[in-house]
């Protein structure tokens, strides 16, 4: 099993660009959730999903959009990047509740220049 | 709201040695799972060690285990024998068995292992 799959690894984007972020997992996993990492810090939640079609608002959900069109991807879209979204982006998934743990991507390094 | 605090940045440990990293968590729900997540060089989040706050004995993976006191709402990691392996930060995390499941963080320890 691949497991949790992330693209790209690393990404420079310029101030005012887009792009999405690419998250697949391959485990029939109903959850789903994007964390973003900053420089000396845990992991805060962006966005989570808990099923096809039903997506809703993390932590620190300001820039960014998602979608959950199918059980197994889960793509995160910046639409206008901003120095403040340079940050490593984790996405993870897992069965749901009951304490499931959750299942982690290797990550992107996204930097906005 | 939840909370967890790391209180200790960075910690070392000769090799072979036993480290205990520090948790605190703060909650007002019962139903609540704890977690220790490794993350190495590579950036990968690897879990370590979860606990289930009904539970009363510490859970154990091997050379890791926990001190669970749920009283005082402390979560710490014990590292026996450590290994060059066992370089990496290390993040406490709480979960509360309801709605989105979200992980709570705390900010990490980064361990040093001394050959």
């Given amino acids: ?113 | 709201a939840q909370t967890v605090t790391q209180s200790q940045p960075e910690m070392s440990v000769q090799e072979a040695e036993t480290v205990t990293l520090s948790c605190t968590y703060d909650t007002s729900e019962s139903d609540y799972y704890l977690f220790w997540y490794k993350q190495p060089p590579s950036r990968q989040m690897i879990l370590v060690i979860r606990q289930e706050a009904y539970k009363q004995q510490n859970a154990t993976e091997n050379r890791f285990s926990v001190n669970f006191q749920k009283a005082a709402k402390s979560f710490s990691l014990k590292i026996s024998d450590s290994q060059l392996g066992d370089a990496a930060m290390y993040f406490c995390a709480s979960q509360i068995n309801f709605g989105n499941e979200k992980l709570t963080f705390g900010t990490g320890t980064r361990l040093t292992i001394i050959p």
Avoid at chain 1, 18 to 23: H, I, R, W
Avoid at chain 1, 46 to 57: E, F, L, M, P, Q
């Fill in chain 1, 1 to 113: 099993n691949a497991g949790v799959t992330q693209t790209p690894k690393f990404r420079i984007l310029k101030i005012g660009q887009s792009m999405t972020l690419q998250c697949a997992q391959d485990m029939n996993h109903n959850y789903m959730y994007w964390y973003r990492q900053d420089p000396g810090m845990g992991l805060k939640l962006i966005y989570y999903s808990v099923g096809a079609g039903i997506t809703d608002k993390g932590e620190v959900p300001n820039g960014y959009n998602v979608s959950r069109s199918t059980t197994e991807d889960f793509p995160l879209r910046l639409e206008l990047a901003a120095p403040s979204q340079t940050s490593v982006y984790f996405c993870a998934s897992s069965f749901g509740q009951g304490g499931q743990p959750q299942h982690f991507g290797d990550g992107t390094r996204l930097s906005i220049l």
